[in-house]
């Protein structure tokens, strides 16, 4: 093995052990902060309703993995310049240019990992990604209608229960609760309602059968028979009357229990499709469209036939005669004129407002398919921006030689704020149709390709041009202290 040889090795160990070792640390750090964010949203959907432990942690699973669009490009940004930082200010990076290896050189190793990373992420965007839409949609609809778990708080009417609304004055931890009304509206349908109320009872809950015993003292019944074919001011209100002294009220619980979605529902949102779904659905789409730009000009054509008929009008003078065609007006009345005139009119309408309906139903068949190309440049622009933000961070850590979580941590945030921000602000554009869908969604990365080259060719030069360029921030982070410049001795 040669000199160059092992040098080429050993720097390989050391740039992937300075890169791997922040981006392990970072990017689980990004997801969590990411589902922080996501709990905070949807807090409200969870809070009362009994949702069992493992149902949220699939929950928390399936949008950690809808959020690696934004935790792994932040992450690879954030460990390339904690890397190239820690190496150019220990003056490895120094050592390994004086002895003659380009920057780039120096960076073949991270990039062969970037290009294998930015290869997972597209088959992540393809397969996985969609698959996880899939089953977090379905997740969170079934949480979003699932019903408040039981709680029967004093003096509150419950009604998570079908069909029951449940109302308590007082409630021990045993389950004894007084002044007991209860409305049971299950038969509502077939004209019978019933009120319950009693002095006490006790609440019981049978685990084994998923029902809900109530044992009712004192009380008292009163059942309302509604015929359905007696008159609305009828004076008869046939109605049950019953005290009792103890009875039990069974209520099934089964509503409460957690139904999941079919996940059927959601796979065809364009969200939930890999690159080939969407790209059928692209041509698809793209194809009716056109057919009904081509009926619209036909329908057009057919309706205002001067546009095939039309006659040059000679530049000399000629005599207006008048046209015998219109004598057979003259000869109607003022009512049959207005008629005519307002049929016309009224057609003229009818033709205006089919070609406009046609122009929406076009424009929607447009922006549905600008919908399927966003998330189909989506899938690709994970793996691109991670390359991409890869030569930003590196070069950017090279450059201003600071290492740590302090300004390297800064640096990158305001970088991806503004690669993020860039982003949102080019795919609402192609929303609102001011931009095409090729243009808008890459334009945060039109934006950060030449600030790469950019700053990757200053990282090659040494760092020159970089202090040129901005000397105030430069001079900042390298400012002698005074107690270093004027050190204080001990007599």
């Known amino acids: 093995m040669t000199h160059s040889t092992e040098l080429l090795r050993k720097t390989s160990i050391l740039l992937l052990r300075a890169f791997l070792g922040p981006l392990a640390v970072t990017f689980p750090v990004a997801l969590f902060v990411l589902d922080m964010q996501f709990l905070w949203v949807y807090a409200d959907d969870f809070m009362g309703k009994g949702i069992e432990p493992w149902v949220i942690a699939k929950m928390i699973w399936f949008a950690s993995a809808r959020i690696v669009n934004l935790a792994l490009p932040l992450a690879v940004l954030v460990a390339s310049i904690m890397a190239l930082g820690n190496l150019s200010e220990r003056n490895e990076l120094t050592a390994l240019?004086?002895?003659?290896?380009?920057?780039?050189?120096?960076?073949?190793?991270?990039?062969?990992?970037?290009?294998?990373?930015?290869?997972?992420?597209?088959?992540?965007?393809?397969?996985?990604?969609?698959?996880?839409?899939?089953?977090?949609?379905?997740?969170?609809?079934?949480?979003?209608?699932?019903?408040?778990?039981?709680?029967?708080?004093?003096?509150?009417?419950?009604?998570?229960?079908?069909?029951?609304?449940?109302?308590?004055?007082?409630?021990?931890?045993?389950?004894?609760?007084?002044?007991?009304?209860?409305?049971?509206h299950r038969n509502l349908e077939n004209g019978s309602s019933r009120i319950i109320r009693a002095e006490k009872g006790k609440m019981t809950h049978d685990s084994g059968r998923e029902e809900l015993i109530i044992e009712l003292y004192n009380g008292s019944s009163y059942e309302e028979q509604t015929e359905k074919n007696v008159r609305r001011k009828a004076k008869l209100h046939p109605h049950i009357t019953s005290t009792f002294e103890s009875q039990t009220l069974r209520i099934d619980l089964h509503s409460l229990d957690f139904d999941l979605a079919d996940e059927g529902l959601f796979r065809r949102s364009y969200e939930m499709m890999s690159l080939p779904q969407l790209q059928d659905a692209i041509d698809s789409l793209g194809q009716m469209a056109e057919i009904e730009r081509t009926e619209i000009l036909k329908y057009g054509r057919r309706a205002v036939r001067i546009i095939n008929d039309s006659i040059s009008i000679p530049t000399t003078s000629f005599t207006i005669e008048s046209d015998s065609s219109l004598t057979w007006m003259a000869a109607l009345s003022r009512v049959e004129k207005n008629n005519i005139f307002s049929k016309a009119k009224e057609l003229s309408r009818n033709q205006m407002r089919g070609i406009e309906n046609a122009l929406e139903k076009v424009n929607g068949r447009n922006l549905r398919r600008d919908r399927h190309a966003i998330e189909w440049h989506r899938k690709f622009i994970l793996a691109i921006s991670c390359l991409v933000l890869f030569f930003v961070g590196s070069s950017l850590g090279a450059l201003i030689r600071k290492g740590g979580l302090g300004m390297p941590v800064v640096i990158a945030i305001g970088v991806f704020l503004t690669y993020y921000i860039?982003?949102?602000?080019?795919?609402?554009?192609?929303?609102?149709?001011?931009?095409?869908?090729?243009?808008?969604?890459?334009?945060?990365?039109?934006?950060?390709?030449?600030?790469?080259?950019?700053?990757?060719?200053?990282?090659?030069?040494?760092?020159?041009?970089?202090?040129?360029?901005?000397?105030?921030?430069?001079?900042?982070?390298n400012k002698p202290n005074p107690k270093d410049a004027h050190p204080t001795t001990l007599s």
């Open 97 to 184: 240019q004086s002895a003659g290896m380009p920057l780039l050189k120096i960076f073949r190793p991270l990039i062969v990992l970037m290009l294998i990373i930015s290869g997972g992420a597209l088959w992540f965007s393809s397969s996985a990604w969609p698959n996880a839409n899939v089953k977090f949609r379905s997740l969170l609809y079934s949480v979003t209608r699932q019903k408040p778990a039981l709680n029967i708080r004093p003096s509150i009417f419950y009604t998570g229960i079908e069909g029951f609304a449940i109302r308590v004055a007082s409630k021990d931890s045993e389950g004894m609760m007084t002044d007991i009304l209860i409305h049971d």
């Open 422 to 477: 860039i982003s949102m602000v080019g795919e609402q554009m192609v929303k609102s149709g001011a931009l095409p869908p090729a243009i808008g969604m890459w334009l945060s990365t039109i934006v950060l390709v030449p600030f790469a080259i950019i700053l990757t060719y200053f990282a090659m030069k040494g760092g020159r041009q970089y202090s040129m360029i901005f000397p105030k921030i430069f001079s900042f982070y």
